[in-house]
């Protein structure tokens, strides 16, 4: 007989989670499951992320609902999952005075890793996120994407399962913030560290991540992988000398949907290619570029936000 093929465990499970700050919903009834690999936690500000990862880390009760990480409930085995989870914060609130390697081994022991082994632990992390040479400097006198990586190696070096990433590119410049998001990958991929990754940035999450979780008002509104996501009628994209709103409006009385941006023309519908063809002949209109247009996950956080 031939192996029955099983799905892996989820990462992370929830199921009705609700957690409130007053008066104040902050997760309403959340329900989701975040697989393995680099998962994107996207949102605008006060959609219940960095809520959520506090639950996560059982940090905070929740109201009600259920909750699983790596098989655990965060709320009553909170000491447990945590050994097992690397975290990164939002806040760049590190002691100024203390080295980052002393910072990395103190945080690296309370994970339960033995002082010997964290110091090692820690030079090891700091060289893998580029600060080898830095590990001794005190963290006050650090860039802020310096810092961003000292909280990066702090996340990593006890070898957890699990890395959770609140905003990791915050306060960075475009060089910063590529750097960045590409170490995560390869510590994702090369470690085989699970990692969920908390942004309202599309374009990072899209760039390193291999599955997106989008929430809106403490709810879940859509998650899969990114191949998933992007599925669906993609259209084309036109480009031309001149005419662009009358081409878009002969498509239109064609049946298609179109819209001018720039000095492009998206267009979506069922077999355009011929359509565009002969509006673009009948007009007159110098073509300069006709492609596939790739459905982008700004196309999916859109529609699930309307």
Known sequence: MEPVETKAAPVVRANGVVKRYGAKVALDGLDVEIGHGVTGLLGSNGAGKTTLIS????????????????GHDPQTAGIDVRERIGYGPEHHNLPPEVQAQDLVRHLTELHGIPPRSAIQRASDALWQVGLGEERLRPVGTMSTGQRQRVKLASAIAHDPALVLLDEPTDGLDPVQRDDMLALIRRIGTEFGIDIVVSSHHLEEVERICDAVVILDSGRMIRSGTL???????????VEVDEGHEALAERLRAAGLEAEVVGETVLVSGDDPHDAVRDAVADLGLGLRRLEPRRR???????EASA
């Open 55 to 70: 639950l996560m880390l059982g940090l905070r009760r929740r109201d009600a609902g259920t909750l699983e990480v790596l």
């Open 227 to 237: 191949t998933e996501l992007r599925q669906g009628a993609e259209g084309l994209l």
């Open 296 to 302: 982008t996950l700004e196309d999916v956080y859109l």
